[in-house]
């Protein structure tokens, strides 16, 4: 069965940088897209990032454009966040997913990680 398993969280101060990694296994991914999700505490889950695993071409929400790059390693069936300039309110769980990219849901999820950026 296909999972994702993330990591990379941890605490970092306002302005440092972290690379969460997801590791995909169980199928293959081509006509997939694999996105970056957050849950800050307390509020909604909601999109950052999301890359087609075949093109490689990238979407960003705007709260992080400039800030995030999403990037997958073929050969080792990993897609990546590197997150720079980390703000406070960048704080929350992030999650992996994967989904068909002829749909616009997601059918997978990671477990989460935290992400915590002291001020």
């Known amino acids: 069965q296909v999972q994702l398993v993330e990591s990379g969280g941890g605490l970092v101060q306002a302005g440092g940088s972290l690379r969460l990694s997801c590791a995909a296994s169980?199928?293959?991914?081509?006509?997939?897209?694999m996105g970056w999700f957050r849950q800050p505490p307390g509020k909604e889950r909601e999109f950052v990032a999301r890359i087609r695993w075949s093109a490689g071409s990238t979407y960003y929400a705007d709260s992080v454009k400039g800030r995030f790059t999403i990037s997958r390693d073929n050969a080792k069936n990993t897609v990546y966040l590197q997150m720079n300039s980390l703000k406070p309110e960048d704080t929350a769980v992030y999650y992996c997913?994967?989904?068909?990219?002829?749909?616009?849901?997601?059918?997978?999820w990671g477990q989460g990680t935290q992400v915590t950026v002291s001020s």
């Open positions: 997913a994967a989904g068909l990219i002829v749909k616009s849901e997601y059918d997978y």
């Open positions: 169980g199928r293959t991914f081509s006509g997939y897209k």
